[in-house]
């Protein structure tokens, strides 16, 4: 069961996207997993890709393919990752671009494809290839929710976001989805993002602001600290919403599509924790005052990646000695224990390294019982903070991953 405000919003349409979906069977029987999204001429994409050395066969053929173009479609299929397939998974992603290259009649390095599912299995190449015209045949701009729910694996719900802003007049839209629920710590950045904007931007920009929000979004979450072969995020400008481009970071209209791109990443970002395998509980984890932003990172990711943390959060029990031994084996240099405070939401559990005095079992508990709360840390050395946000552990986290290819 998903944690808070899952909802998916209005969806609004992004000109110069269409998106078409259908039903391959690639693994799963009666529903849609193949979606297919067709960009307008001109578009401008960006993407980042998993840090997994051992990452997928279509995240070769994205990177190689961005390289040399911007992309016309995208193609994801759901139930098989074509991670771990070795050269016959990379002859059957770039079959599948080649395919839907002759169908659409685009060239092949226009294309890129994505998959998510199980890892070391061959793709069933005939059956995806068969399922690209049909999803052609049901290309139409208003199709981001049937997107949403075309990419899901393990996901209890569709993950979307939506905005509509203003830029000099001009009412533009943005416009993305997210998928993934296991195997989640982001590191670029199973998990899967797509998001589009109708505002004129250059590509350099488009990668620029790309990057930027993906590090305070999908590159700060965390459900159980694997990171997967097949993590890809990509971000396209169709610049059919009209007026000028955007090609400077002096332009004040760059700092304003920046704000809120970054909100759209961090709600499709939050959404995969809220929706953790598993999960019951929503946790924001914020260290404060260290000497740089990567130790403050370092420290939250220790106590967001700790079993007996997670394990303690879901059971209510204000464990918090776990939480110290987590910011203790982080491997911060010369780090004074004596000047460390920790909250809970409003509750100080440690003071000056060691126990607050007014603190109680009871205040802690009530945290610990609420479906989400904050981990404040202070490091009293410094004025750095970064934040990092993640989910319980649950028995059911365990049943998920047992069976997951039952």
Same mark, same amino acid.
């Given at each position: 069961?998903?944690? #808070? ?33 067709? @960009? ?8 980042? @890709?998993?840090?997994?050395? @051992? ?28 991670? #771990? ?8 992603? *770039? ?30 190449? *005939? ?13 139409? *701009?208003?199709? =981001? ?17 939506? *905005? ?53 979004? @999908? ?21 059919? #919403? ?47 005052? #260290? ?51 920790? =909250? ?17 079992? %009871? ?8 479906? %989400? ?34």
């Amino acid at each position: 069961m998903a944690v #808070g405000d899952v909802t998916m919003p209005q969806m609004h349409v992004v000109k110069g996207v269409k998106i078409g979906s259908a039903e391959a069977y690639v693994r799963y029987q009666n529903r849609r997993d193949l979606v297919i999204f067709e @960009f307008a001429a001109g578009s401008n994409a960006a993407g980042v @890709f998993t840090q997994n050395a @051992f990452c997928a066969a279509p995240v070769h053929v994205c990177k190689a393919h961005l390289k040399i173009d911007n992309p016309r479609y995208l193609v994801i299929n759901t139930g098989n990752a074509n991670a #771990g397939t070795g050269k016959i998974g990379m002859a059957n992603a *770039e079959a599948t671009c080649a395919q839907l290259a002759q169908l659409s009649g685009v060239a092949s390095s226009q294309v890129l494809p994505f998959s998510t599912g199980v890892i070391g299995e061959q793709l069933p190449i *005939e059956r995806l290839l068969n399922g690209l015209q049909p999803a052609l045949d049901s290309l139409k *701009e208003d199709a =981001w929710l049937d997107a949403a729910i075309g990419i899901m694996t393990t996901d209890t719900l569709p993950k979307g976001a939506s *905005e509509q802003f203003q830029l000099d007049g001009i009412t533009y839209n943005i416009t993305g989805i997210s998928k993934g629920a296991g195997m989640i710590r982001p590191n670029m950045a199973t998990m899967l993002s797509y998001v589009a904007t109708d505002a004129p931007i250059s590509r350099e920009l488009v990668q620029q602001l790309l990057t930027t929000a993906v590090n305070v979004s @999908f590159n700060r979450i965390t459900i159980d600290g694997d990171t997967s072969t097949n993590d890809s995020c990509i971000f396209i400008a169709t610049g059919q #919403g009209g007026g000028k481009q955007i090609s400077s970071t002096e332009d004040l209209r760059y700092h304003t599509v920046l704000e809120v791109l970054t909100r759209i990443m961090k709600r499709l970002a939050q959404l995969i924790v809220r929706d953790g395998e598993g999960a019951t509980k929503f946790i924001t984890i914020t260290v404060e005052g #260290g000497a740089d932003t990567q130790e403050c990172c370092d420290i939250a990711y220790s106590i967001a990646h700790s079993p007996l943390v997670k394990t303690a959060i879901f059971a209510s029990d204000p464990n918090w000695g776990r939480i110290l031994a987590a910011i203790g084996y982080a491997g911060l240099k010369n780090l004074d224990v004596e000047k460390i405070q920790v =909250w809970l939401d409003d509750v100080q559990i440690c003071k000056d390294g060691g126990a607050a005095e007014d603190y109680t079992e %009871e205040a802690g508990a009530r945290v610990m019982s609420q479906a %989400e709360m904050t981990i404040r840390v202070d490091l009293g050395r410094g004025e750095a903070k970064d934040t990092v946000y993640t989910c319980d552990l649950s028995y059911d986290y365990v049943k998920i991953n047992a069976d997951y290819r039952s």
